[in-house]
């Protein structure tokens, strides 16, 4: 029986310090544009294509809705910096439980993946009201793994990974401190979200 990790984000505790200590030294920073706090939501749908490269040949292969909660500080015209939670729905999987050469079936699973994410967001205001962006930072993300048919007598060895994200987006401002945000994103290739959201300033 494989030992089940836990798809607790590792890098967190570290990462929580860091980026408190980032916010207060911009935040001091002398003044050369209007700084704020933001909070958005986003909506979307995500690609996920993940092979765990384990002795189980564990597959996350499938599409699946998303949610992303993010709050950031923008402390200048041209940059700011995000931390976002990323819930996605579950996604179909594969094991194939046989060695190598060996003729089976494969066992239907599937996975709920949960991801972390700290990113550096550069900026550059195309008119008054929109602007496009890049985002570039490190994730935590974690796919807890269950058997899709309640018959399979292993534990699934869930999976729990750092890597990098990386997207584009466009933000309208649509009234005061309020605007729409639509994105891309990518991390390192394996989960590609595409989504619309709103984000409020304070």
Same mark, same amino acid.
């Given at each position: 029986?494989?030992?089940?990790?836990?798809?607790?984000?590792?890098?967190?505790?570290?990462?929580?310090?860091?980026?408190?200590?980032l916010v207060l030294l911009l935040a001091a920073s002398p003044a050369t544009a209007e700084r704020e706090f933001y909070a958005g939501f986003h909506l979307g749908r995500s690609d996920v294509t993940v092979d765990a490269g384990d002795a189980f040949d564990q597959i996350l292969d499938g599409d699946g809705n998303s949610r992303v909660y993010e709050v950031g500080f923008k402390f200048s015209d041209y940059f700011a910096v995000e931390g @976002?939670?990323?819930?996605l729905s579950e996604v179909d999987g @594969?094991?194939?439980?046989c060695a190598e050469g060996v003729v089976c079936s494969d066992i239907p699973i599937r996975g709920k993946i949960n991801v972390l994410s700290l990113a550096i967001v550069p900026q550059?205001?195309?008119?008054?009201?929109?602007?496009?962006? @890049?985002?570039?930072?490190?994730?935590?993300?974690?796919?807890?793994?269950?058997?899709?048919?309640?018959?399979?007598?292993?534990?699934?060895?869930?999976?729990?990974?750092?890597?990098?994200?990386?997207?584009?987006?466009?933000?309208?401002?649509?009234?005061?401190?309020?605007?729409?945000?639509?994105?891309f994103e990518s991390i390192a290739g394996d989960i590609e979200t595409v989504s619309v959201g709103a984000r409020i300033g304070f």
């Open positions: 029986m494989m030992e089940s990790r836990s798809s607790t984000p590792r890098f967190l505790p570290a990462a929580v310090p860091g980026a408190l200590a @976002a939670y990323h819930d @594969a094991v194939r439980p550059y205001a195309i008119t008054s009201r929109i602007s496009i962006f @890049a985002k570039v930072g490190i994730v935590s993300w974690g796919a807890d793994l269950e058997d899709a048919l309640d018959d399979f007598d292993v534990a699934l060895d869930d999976l729990d990974e750092e890597d990098l994200v990386y997207g584009v987006g466009a933000e309208f401002q649509l009234l005061g401190r309020l605007s729409l945000v639509g994105r």
